[in-house]
């Protein structure tokens, strides 16, 4: 095969790599939740119920949680960056998680590993959405 050719299909597949990249992981779901009023109310009263986040920016479902929720922008009031976070989040993390996997959801004295979408977390505290 000619490398001329070979370098163009290697063009092509990169270029729709990241076509994909944008299109479907970057905006998967976020879009629709930003300047949502009712989630800012969720999350709220979610962080009036004390739930907290312990997450890794680097983790996906964590990444997935978050957008679940319009990005981790939207839900710092109950979030706690466990990897790069500030030295105060890290020492949170490594202090008050119960568990070694992200994320990690904590209601009161429960503890969830792994995803919990808006609304379970709304009906864990009994939050309206």
Do not use: H, W
């Not at 983790?59 to 710092?76: D, K, V």
């Amino acid at each position: 095969m000619n490398k001329n050719v070979l370098a163009i299909i290697i063009s092509v597949l990169i270029v729709g790599f990241v076509i994909f990249y944008i299109a479907v992981i970057e905006d998967n779901g976020s879009a629709n939740l930003t300047g949502n009023g009712e989630m800012t109310e969720l999350i709220d009263c979610l962080a009036e119920n004390k739930v907290v986040i312990y997450g890794s920016k680097g983790c996906p479902a964590c990444t997935q949680l978050a957008r679940s929720f319009g990005g981790y922008e939207a839900i710092e009031s109950i979030y706690v960056e466990c990897s790069t976070g500030t030295a105060e989040e890290r020492r949170k993390c490594t202090e008050e998680m119960q568990s070694n996997f992200v994320p990690e959801i904590q209601i009161e004295d429960e503890v969830y590993e792994g995803n919990k979408d808006p609304a379970s977390l709304a009906e864990a505290v009994n939050c309206e959405f």
